[in-house]
């Protein structure tokens, strides 16, 4: 499935310098606002060990990771919703993706201009979202005069969605973004077809120096912009656009001694992804034999004929049942024979939830 997440930001917090180092993909950077005007896309394999340790244990022909994809769009400026800057274009980039990750600069560099003429993480976070309440007001006011006339005439559909748009009118007018407002499951269907940017979920991405690494929590910026998230329960992330760009050049023993010597778990890619699965609730489960090991994502909650349209629609539409282990109790008794010896391989149906991890072969029939 494609799932990708935007990085926005804006001009000059490190964004497209990100967006380079983690995609290796050369989007133009440089020191003044504007320079990415197109949206650039690039994928990237996600990172998951349990790929390597299946792929050791089948020794397949190949070895296919899940991906994800990144969006670098166009830096923002104030008065994007009325056009200003590149705002049309900015909004309309942010209309195709699943989730924002929003760069915020938290470092001091006399060399790099700030749009505001000044750092301050929040007033950056706080004009962005803004501007896309505005957004999103401005197509609320567009349709809630016609829903409204119909609604006076009884029409139920048109009154519930009227419901609907009333309550978002007004956390935007007091500029509070539609995932802050609380609608039933009717409502959130009435009002998909929007698409309004504030409903999507956010990642804030603390871009810091390299001396503030290891030890984030010591920077104020960085407190402050974990402060902001918790209030409206998204997560941080914190990275150093430019030593992503070094970490993006190494691979194996090499990159893992690196990160050591930085005193840092993880790159901020891995971070990146790891949270934006979460954010999305998002898992993978894997497919394995000795011509492929692969893996595939696919969002917590499905059953398994839906995880196995994944593969392809036939195998969801001739589904018969589904032959799982657990990774873990895979990678415990050794085997997928020892599995079955020991009852850790199971046939499950229809009904099924599939889990993160699972290591299943579909059984199907078309």
């Known amino acids: 499935m494609s799932l990708t997440t935007g990085i926005v930001g804006l001009p000059n917090v490190g964004k497209s310098t990100l967006f380079n180092a983690i995609t290796q993909a050369g ?25 390597a340790s299946l792929t050791d244990m089948y020794n397949p022909k190949q070895t296919i990771a899940t991906t994800f994809e990144f969006t670098d769009i166009a830096g923002l400026v104030k008065g994007a919703s009325q056009g200003e ?22 470092f001091e560099d006399k060399d790099i201009t700030h749009v505001s003429g000044k750092v301050d993480p929040i007033d950056d976070i706080e ?3 803004l501007e896309l309440i505005l957004a999103d007001l401005e197509s609320i006011n567009k349709r809630i005069g016609r829903v409204e006339k119909l609604a006076k005439q009884k029409d139920k559909d048109a009154a519930a969605e009227f419901s609907a748009l009333t309550k978002l009118k007004d956390a935007f007018e007091n500029e509070q973004p539609a995932r802050s407002v609380s609608l039933t499951d009717d409502e959130e269907q009435i009002i998909k077809h929007l698409n309004l940017l504030t409903k999507k979920p956010v990642l804030y991405v603390a871009n810091v120096a390299e001396d503030d ?45 690196f990160l050591e010597e930085l005193g840092i778990e993880q790159s901020g890619l891995d971070q990146l992804i790891e949270k934006a699965y979460k954010l999305l609730g998002l898992a993978t489960y894997f497919t394995a034999g000795e011509k492929e090991v692969r ?10 004929p839906q995880a196995a ?19 873990d109790d895979l990678m415990e008794t050794g085997s997928l024979s020892a599995a079955k010896e020991k009852g850790k391989l199971r046939l499950e149906g229809k009904e099924y939830i599939v889990k993160d991890g699972d290591v299943i072969h579909f059984r199907f029939n078309v």
């Open 295 to 304: 893996a595939w994502t696919f969002r917590l909650g499905i059953k398994a």
């Open 27 to 51: 989007a133009e950077s440089a020191n003044y606002p504007f320079c990415t005007i197109d949206p650039n896309v690039g994928i990237v394999n996600v990172p998951d060990h349990r790929l």
């Open 213 to 257: 690494l290891a030890a984030p929590d010591d920077n104020e910026y960085v407190k402050k912009v974990r402060a902001f998230a918790e209030k409206e329960q998204s997560e941080v992330v914190v990275i150093s656009a430019r030593i992503e760009s070094e970490i993006a050049e190494l691979e194996g023993e090499e990159k893992q001694s």
């Open 127 to 129: 004009t962005i979202n």
């Open 309 to 327: 349209g994944i593969i392809h629609t036939d195998f969801e539409r001739g589904f018969i049942r589904a032959e799982i282990v657990s990774y």
């Open 85 to 106: 800057g590149l705002g049309n274009q900015f909004l309309a980039n942010i209309r195709q993706v699943d989730a924002i990750s929003h760069v915020v600069r938290c």
